[in-house]
């Protein structure tokens, strides 16, 4: 079997409120007529949301003609021969990461098993997920407990709300130091959600990297009687030590993850001692086989996996799949409740969202396929489809 051809698109709408919402798609075709479709992060409307499809096509021309069974030697072809050209960085390892998913979808298809067979097995049979949740425009400690409570009768195990852009008592719009009444405002923010949801539910808070170091510390401190099961990105990701800083100084459970790329990040998070829980993208960091190479090296640290995902159906599959077949596994991310639209752009084994779990896939490949009349629908500004 020899690839022919590669195709990319980006498919999702403006107006949601997330860059999540945008999605790059690539397909890889074969002499044999085994087409294999992977997903990867667009690079958010903020760069057009064409950098990734820019950046998969610039790597046809070293894929014609390779055997899609040799997935691994692709994907070490492409990057190291790109290591001078940032081939481990944003948004060439986004595109790295779609082709690789393209290649195990072919390879699954082509011996009629589904993709977590060729990862070893599984551990389980349906993933468990935690809902990104939004309280809308109001600030009212109730309405983030009410919204909590209304996700949790939808099944889900576990929510987790932001708290880096309240609006209230904001010092400066680039200065990242939390002044009192802003941390008092989070701090009640955070409270009033647990009590709200009691301790049989878990419960984590994004910051989104928006905080400087004394801010972090005094809200990793101030919430550690709440047992949050996270606090994510308490400081800029770009700074391993200064995390390590904030893991040291209290007991909160510290999670980072969703901006680092390839194993070789993760290794420096955990010599740093850094990290508590992991949150790789696997639309992101490098591709299926790379995702269960990170939750392996993790694993070897005991540190669990609980993977951030804005994904659509099939992107979201793919990364069921590297979660199945890996012990360390805590919860995968689902941002998808608000919009509309996301379970229709796929097919498969519907609805993908059970009860809080996604069921994963026992068809060939990754087992979700694009609807092509939707995703023609809804094709980013202008792009076109797949021939």
Not at 87 to 116: C, H, M, Q, R, W
Not at 328 to 356: K, S, V, Y
Request: glycine share 10%; net charge negative; charged share 20%.
């Amino acid at each position: 079997m020899k690839i022919i051809d590669i195709q990319a698109c980006v498919i999702g709408r403006q107006e949601e409120h997330s860059g999540g919402s945008v999605w790059t798609f690539v397909r890889i075709y074969t002499d044999e007529g085994i087409i294999g479709t992977g997903e990867c992060n667009s690079g958010g409307p903020g760069y057009s949301g064409f950098a990734t499809k820019h950046a998969i096509l610039a790597m046809k021309p070293r894929l014609i003609g390779e055997d899609p069974f040799n997935i691994n030697l692709i994907y070490e072809k492409l990057r190291r021969g790109g290591r001078y050209g940032g081939s481990s960085e944003a948004p060439l390892i986004f595109a790295l990461t779609g082709i690789d998913n393209a290649l195990y979808d072919i390879v699954g298809k082509a011996l009629g098993v589904p993709v977590y067979k060729l990862l070893g097995g599984k551990f389980r049979d349906k993933i468990r997920l935690y809902a990104d949740c939004h309280a809308g425009e109001t600030e009212d400690p109730k309405a983030y407990g009410d919204k909590a409570q209304e996700v949790i009768a939808e099944g889900f195990g576990a929510v987790k709300f932001d708290v880096d852009s309240t609006g209230i008592g904001k010092l400066d719009a680039y200065n990242w130091t939390v002044g009192a009444k802003e941390m008092t405002h989070i701090i009640q923010l955070i409270e009033g959600i647990r009590n709200a949801i009691g301790f049989e539910v878990d419960l984590a808070i994004d910051c989104h990297g928006q905080f400087d170091l004394p801010s972090a510390i005094t809200l990793a401190r101030a919430v550690e009687p709440l047992r949050l099961l996270w606090l994510e990105e308490p400081v800029p990701a770009e700074n391993v030590d200064a995390l390590a800083q904030v893991r040291a100084s209290s007991s909160t459970v510290i999670c980072t993850g969703e901006n680092q790329y390839t194993r070789f990040q993760f290794i420096e998070l955990f010599a740093a001692k850094a990290v508590d829980v992991i949150m790789p993208d696997m639309a992101k960091a490098g591709g299926i086989a790379e995702g269960k190479r990170i939750a392996d090296i993790a694993d070897a640290h005991y540190i669990p996996i609980a993977p951030h995902n804005v994904s659509s159906p099939l992107g979201m599959m793919a990364a069921c799949h590297i979660m199945a077949s890996v012990p360390n596994f805590l919860f995968l991310e689902f941002h998808a409740r608000d919009i509309a639209w996301w379970n229709d752009l796929c097919e498969g084994d519907t609805p993908f969202i059970q009860n809080g779990f996604m069921p994963v896939s026992e068809r060939p490949g990754i087992g979700v396929e694009l609807n092509a009349t939707v995703a023609k629908s809804l094709l980013w500004n202008g792009d076109t489809y797949f021939d």
